[in-house]
């Protein structure tokens, strides 16, 4: 019998990037699936953020390969990589503090490739309630767990395939990550969205993860599925 294997969706292959003269990622290779959640985690100053920035085009790759959907991406531009279906939710959310909930969704449309796109406010709302609440409120008088859903939601709006997130529980309260975890299980299995997830907290990778990377110093040095991987060895690999 034969399975049909679909290909992945992302291929980081043997990446090197750097801030001037400090060298990040050092050959740094991983895959992410289809319909799936792929973690990288490591301890801090590993290159996580870096990985995702020089995936987005925010940070030149200086060698190695991007592969998004089978097509070599390695160097297109940032707004480039977000119409092809890439999403990027920074780490500490980066809304616009002085418009309201409602714009700073509007700004999500940047990315989409229909001119004459509208926000899907059925779709955003059912997901997270809140914003519909909040519509008119600025987005900077937002607790840091509303600003954060807000972020992940501007992320949607052009309805990506990839959506990568940079340590969405930072700062915000066990219950709201909960349901950050819920909502992505949600969007990763009715719409097949995959992600591509930078986290420190074990308990909410536990929560959402199908696929695990561990990365040192620049490069990958552990991998597996959610189910091969012992709690001691996740704490082993992030510990200080």
């Known amino acids: 019998m034969i399975h049909n294997i679909q290909p992945p969706v ?11 003269q400090s060298i990040i990622l050092r050959g740094t290779t991983l895959t992410v699936k289809k319909g799936a959640v792929t973690t990288v985690m490591g301890r801090n100053g590993v290159g996580k953020t870096t990985l995702l920035k020089t995936i987005m085009g925010l940070l030149p ?3 190695g390969s991007i592969v ?10 940032p707004y480039k990589k977000a119409k092809a279906g890439i999403a990027y939710v920074p780490q500490g959310r ?3 503090p002085k418009l309201t909930v409602y714009e700073n969704l509007l700004l999500g449309l940047q990315a989409h490739t229909d001119r004459k796109a509208r926000i ?3 779709e955003i709302y059912a997901l997270f309630p809140i914003l519909k609440d909040f519509r008119k409120r600025a987005g900077g008088n937002l607790s840091g767990g509303q600003q954060q859903q807000l972020s992940i939601a501007r992320a949607l709006v052009s309805r990506p ?4 997130l940079d340590e969405p529980t930072e700062g915000i309260q066990p219950s709201i990550a909960q349901e950050i975890g819920a909502i992505l299980q949600q969007l990763v299995q009715e719409k097949g969205l995959s992600v591509l997830l930078v986290e420190q907290k ?6 959402v993860t199908d696929h695990y990377y561990f990365m040192d110093r620049g490069k990958m040095v552990m991998d597996g599925t959610a189910e091969d991987l012992k709690h001691s060895a996740l704490e082993k690999h992030i510990s200080v």
């Open 10 to 20: 992302l291929e980081v292959n043997d990446l090197t990037a750097a801030y001037g």
């Open 61 to 63: 790759a200086q060698h």
């Open 68 to 77: 998004f959907n089978n097509e070599k991406i390695t160097s297109l531009p």
């Open 94 to 96: 980066e809304i616009i």
């Open 120 to 122: 899907p406010e059925d």
């Open 161 to 164: 395939t990839l959506l990568l």
């Open 202 to 207: 074990i308990d909410f990778a536990n929560q």
